[in-house]
């Protein structure tokens, strides 16, 4: 059985979670990180010397931190062929998408749209820098927007790791209270990820013990 350690408000817990959920794996799930505390006890640190969530050990395995790591050793390890595809050209193709998203999405998103916006106090937010930051992550949404046009996920017609990747930002995004561009075709997938009950279930997950009143 698979052995989580992360609160379920951590975005990256979030994103391992979903894929646990959607490949149907057994787990615990221990929270830790925040509020929680565990990530600077000896025992953690012994798994983990970052002190960062997540953490996940596969039965008695070594355990694995760096969430893109993990991601892609339950995708190889658990995962079909249309999820994580066994040749290698097709596989870097849906690997290429998932590091974009990491990247372009994740990064731009929750550290000058997400803490701006939420984890910092309103009296001083700077919703200036929120709407430029929003500006500059609707143009790499752009690329998504044109390649939804294409195909129904993000690396083709049907679900693989690189949605995980891609998809567990986007409650966050249209759930805070900020100024969207407009991009039907996202709105489209992401009301199509609403319906998957792992997503339901893992990622729209409250973070209010994360805003800062």
Same mark, same amino acid.
């Given at each position: 059985m698979l052995t989580v350690w992360g609160r379920k408000s951590s975005s990256n817990v979030q994103a391992l979670m979903w894929c646990i959920g959607e490949l149907g794996l057994a787990y615990e799930r221990i929270d830790a990180g925040f509020k929680y505390g565990v990530t600077d006890t000896p025992e953690f640190l012994a798994m983990n010397p970052n002190g960062t969530v997540p953490i996940l050990r596969d039965g008695d395995d070594e355990p694995l931190?760096?969430?893109?790591?993990?991601? #892609?050793?339950?995708?190889?390890?658990?995962?079909?062929?249309? =999820?994580w595809s066994k040749d290698v050209r097709h596989r870097a193709q849906i690997d290429k998408w998932a590091e974009w998203a990491k990247i372009n999405i994740a990064m731009n998103f929750?550290?000058? *749209? =997400?803490? #701006?916006? *939420? #984890?910092?106090?309103?009296?001083? #937010?700077?919703?200036?820098a929120i709407n430029a930051a929003v500006t500059a992550l609707g143009a790499k949404l752009d690329i998504a927007e044109s390649q939804l046009g294409r195909h129904r996920f993000l690396a083709g017609d049907s679900m693989t790791l690189a949605d995980i990747q =891609?998809?567990?930002?986007?409650?966050?995004? =249209?759930?805070?209270?900020?100024?969207?561009p407009a991009h039907p075709r996202l709105e489209r997938y992401y009301q199509n990820l609403t319906e998957r009950p792992a997503f339901q279930e893992h990622v729209m997950v409250s973070y209010e013990e994360l805003r800062v009143l």
């Open positions: 931190w760096e969430t893109g790591a993990i991601l #892609r050793y339950l995708a190889t390890q658990y995962g079909d062929d249309t =999820f929750t550290g000058p *749209v =997400f803490w #701006r916006a *939420v #984890r910092t106090a309103p009296a001083l #937010r700077d919703e200036k =891609f998809g567990h930002i986007l409650y966050r995004y =249209f759930d805070i209270d900020i100024q969207r």
